[in-house]
């Protein structure tokens, strides 16, 4: 097997050490320890369908409109094998998905992060999926997030424009990185506007992003200093402006365990009819929940 394939094994906790499960690849090796790897056995090349419930806002013989809710992976990828949006996609559409965008992503025209909530479009023709990834490709379309950060950013509405790359040290994250260099990342756009505020401690955010970039508006509000409530790898230490609020909402918001960040709308030109299409969610329950008790507090 090849090392990347035995790292991903020890990360999925395939692997163990007299007998406990290891999921840190670095881990230096003990001498007189004995060390055992389970290999899975072999999955189908092709993603597989699974009766995993969905909540279609739109659907015609072109495309789906879902709100996908947080926790769901969209694709299949190593750690995440089944159990995936896709999975839940080829059960529902079944042969309308098959080969569309490629066989390990049918249908698949833009991600959200597994922690991420919100309206995603899927694809159910070719020419669809075409025309969508070419709106998205071009930002053809708007789309609107929602976030609750910490602090209070100043000002309370601008952009930040800071390229984004692989983090130097740490794979799984990306970080605001320079131009030029073995780091130099892609350029990346994002703006935004403070909804609401709980005096300087949180505050509610709408943005809009004139790039794509993975984790973008993660990473771009950690670098402004405003990282996202819950967020597991871009909120490193407990925030100074969490020390001014009550204890009992401190503590919810920092055991929060997910980025407070949904995809809140989605408007584009269909792309065969090319009727105008819009769509929103409210926040899911658990985001909702946060505001209503900074509501209460705050009283």
């Known amino acids: 097997m090849s090392r990347s394939r035995v790292k991903a094994l020890i990360e999925a906790g395939h692997a163990t050490r007299d007998g406990i499960a290891t999921r840190e690849p670095a881990d230096a090796v003990k001498v007189g320890a004995t060390y055992a790897l389970q290999v899975p056995p072999p999955v189908p090349a092709t993603p597989q369908g699974q009766d995993i419930p969905l909540t279609i806002l739109f ?12 926790g769901l992976v969209v694709h299949p990828a190593p750690g995440n094998l089944d159990g995936t949006l896709v999975n839940a996609l080829i059960s529902h559409a079944g042969d309308e998905l098959t080969g569309i965008g490629g066989e390990a992503r049918p249908g698949i025209v833009h991600r959200l992060d597994k922690e991420t909530s919100g309206v995603m479009v899927v694809a159910k023709s070719e020419l669809a999926h075409r025309r969508l990834s070419d709106a998205f490709a071009a930002r ?3 789309r609107e997030y929602i976030a609750l950060a910490w602090g209070l950013p100043a000002p309370v509405s601008g952009e930040v ?4 790359g692989r ?8 970080a605001v990185v320079g131009p030029g260099g073995a780091r130099s990342g892609k350029n990346a756009l994002t703006r935004y506007a403070t909804d609401r505020a709980w005096g300087a401690s949180v505050s509610l955010l709408r943005l809009h992003l004139a790039t794509g970039r993975t984790h973008q508006i993660r990473v771009h509000m950690a670098h402004i200093g405003h990282p996202l409530v819950g967020d597991p790898v871009y909120l490193r230490r407990t925030p100074a ?4 609020l009550g204890v009992a909402v401190r503590e ?6 997910r980025q407070a960040l949904h995809a809140a709308s989605l408007g584009f030109r269909h792309p065969i009819t090319g009727a105008e299409l819009s769509f929103a969610t409210p926040l899911p329950p658990d985001m909702q929940g946060l505001l209503d008790q900074l509501d209460e507090k705050s009283r």
Do not use: C
């Open 161 to 164: 424009d800071a390229a984004i």
């Open 140 to 142: 053809d379309l708007e």
């Open 241 to 244: 402006a969490a020390k001014s």
């Open 167 to 174: 983090h130097a040290t740490d794979r799984k994250r990306m």
């Open 252 to 257: 919810t918001l920092l055991a929060f365990p």
């Open 59 to 70: 659907e015609d013989q072109h495309l789906i409109i879902l709100d996908k809710p947080a």
